[in-house]
């Protein structure tokens, strides 16, 4: 069995041993990428400050970048009896090095490999979840450009209301999502900070060069306090759990509507039949079972935030081993996120619009505003107008007029689809990807 890091020659129960491990085996494949870029990181900048040689260094970075690939295949594991995915790593370069792999733990300790890991992961994860939004957003405001002039039933109460359009319902799904990116963004800027050089929360008293590996990595900044940066470790990870849960409120709402919208009581939208389900006894069935899972799952990633805030927020500053539950929760989340992001893109490409709901007689009160409004215009008291239209409905003697001319900012006839578009680029274009992903390409090829 391999020793662990800290091993002093005391053996630990087999049962402890289950217990305090944990699931951080298998989550920690997760990390294993980001764990040799920061490693490559780290090195070079021990070599700058004289605590590796130039020869050491190159070995390292050699085998390290034999070890990233081997992550690349998908054939990375962590061997049983060994702790985590730094320890395994350290395992390896050891076993080709021999004391130049002990070295690389110099100015470390696996409290700030961790929080490096999880940054370096979530601002992966983060480029991706966004990535498919846009996407999302764009598939939306084509959508509502090319409805913009197909009429619906508007709601309130869950009662007929005012008319609206597949323009306004395709177009606000895209607004939603532009606010979800601001909150995005803020979670990528909060986690695109370097915690590298913080060691257990403490510092070194190496003559570490925080700037450097800051540099290399591609982050923004570093998290200066180095008691701060492990007071961040779950903070980090409650906040982008809260940019998360605002992007699954969006698409579980989306997904609500869509359900509603395909039931036959409805029918305003059809989902093509290879995205619907059937039933084991009614022959007539076609389910929307992805919109059902997609809403279910989104509602689940709205707790997140709490579950995290309930393992972490009565804790003291410092390192505690209540954090590492929280990896149970966060890591898994990006990867459901992104499937019900794809499932999304997908129907709603596909997503066919009845252009005809307003045939059906009973949306002919909806325009009784419009009704009101055009006496209103004519002189008439809005008062007056109103009861009038409204006694002519209970009398059963309103007559619709179905034409409407809305032409204010955000209306039916002036959508503001261009403005909602150049609002989702500024904030998707701030967040500067490119930076962090040419950083950790120029680590890997050296």
């Known amino acids: 069995m391999a020793k662990k890091l800290w091993d002093k020659n005391s053996t630990v129960s087999p049962e402890i041993e289950r217990f305090t491990v944990g699931r951080d085996c298998e989550l920690d494949l997760l990390l294993a990428r980001y764990d040799i870029l920061g490693s490559i990181a780290h090195s070079t900048m021990l070599e700058s400050i004289g605590m590796l040689t130039s020869e050491e260094m190159n070995d390292l970075h050699r085998e390290l970048r034999e070890i990233y690939a081997v992550t690349e295949r998908g054939e990375f594991i962590i061997e049983e009896g060994v702790e985590d995915v730094h320890s395994q790593v350290e395992l390896m370069l050891t076993r080709k090095l021999g ?27 983060l480029r991706e979840v966004c990535e498919l ?12 450009n090319r409805h913009r002039e197909v009429l619906m039933p508007g709601y309130t109460h869950l009662q007929v209301a005012m008319p609206s359009s597949f323009g306004l319902w395709f177009g606000a799904y895209a607004e939603s999502l532009t606010d979800d990116m601001l909150f995005l963004q803020a979670a990528y800027r909060m986690c695109n900070r370097n915690p590298l050089g913080s ?32 007071m961040g470790r779950g903070k980090c990870e409650r906040n982008v759990a809260y940019a998360l849960a605002s992007l699954a409120g969006t698409l579980a709402k989306m997904a609500f509507d869509a359900c509603m919208f395909n039931s036959q009581n409805f029918g305003f939208v059809k989902l093509p039949a290879e995205c619907t389900t059937g039933s084991s006894i009614m022959p007539h069935k076609k389910n929307p079972d992805v919109f059902e899972l997609l809403r279910a799952k989104c509602n689940r990633l709205q707790a997140l935030p709490t579950d995290i805030i309930l393992i972490m927020n ?21 990867s459901e996120l992104k499937d019900c992001l794809r499932m999304a893109i997908y129907i ?24 009101v409004n055009r006496l209103a215009s004519n002189g008439v008291p809005f008062r007056d107008a109103y009861k009038q239209v409204g006694l002519q409905i209970e009398e059963g003697t309103f007559v619709a007029d179905k034409e409407i001319h809305h032409t204010h900012e955000g209306s039916i006839g002036n959508l503001c689809n261009d403005r909602i578009a150049a609002l989702m680029e500024s904030i998707y274009g701030a967040m500067n990807f490119e930076k962090a992903q040419e950083a950790e390409e120029k680590l890997i090829r050296g």
């Open 314 to 334: 009565n804790l003291p500053s410092g390192y505690f081993r209540d954090l590492q539950i929280i990896k149970e929760l966060f890591l898994p989340a990006f």
């Open 133 to 144: 939004t846009h996407t999302l957003f764009d598939r939306l405001i084509e959508q509502s």
């Open 348 to 371: 709603i490409e596909r997503i066919e619009v009845n252009r005809n709901i307003l045939d059906d007689k009973r949306y002919d009160p909806m325009f009784s505003v419009e009704t």
């Open 199 to 230: 060691a257990a929360g403490y510092g070194s008293s190496f003559p570490l060069n925080r700037t450097m590996t800051t540099e290399l990595l591609g982050f923004d900044s570093m998290n200066y306090n180095v008691v701060y940066a492990q």
């Open 99 to 125: 004391d130049t792999g002990k070295k690389i733990h110099s100015g470390r300790s696996r409290n700030d490999q961790v929080l490096l890991d999880l940054k370096l992961f979530t601002r992966n994860e």
